[in-house]
């Protein structure tokens, strides 16, 4: 698979099986993993004040979307991602 691009969107399922549309949002490499950030396409794109729900999952070798697995990872990729967007602001 080809290097995941900010925009793209996805359709992965969630827990109950239903699908769901998500658009990447950010990307970040740490020690050699990708994550991603993504949103619902459907929170994006409405117009509104309030705050849409982020999720942020890992790239694996095949370059499939994949869950972060343990806490500390989570945490991890949190506080990267939290500095690209204080950045960005």
Do not use: P, R
Not at 71 to 86: P, Y
């Amino acid at each position: 698979m080809e290097k995941i691009e900010v925009g793209e969107i996805f359709t992965i399922s969630d827990e109950n099986e239903q699908d769901q549309e998500v658009e990447v949002l950010a990307t970040i490499n740490i020690e050699g993993t990708e994550y991603v950030a993504v949103g619902f396409v459907e929170d994006i794109q409405e117009e509104t004040e309030e705050d849409i729900d982020i999720f942020f999952l890992k790239v694996d070798d095949e370059g499939d979307l994949t869950a972060i697995e343990t806490d500390e990872e989570f945490e991890k990729v949190t506080v990267e991602f939290e500095k690209i967007m204080d950045e960005e602001e």
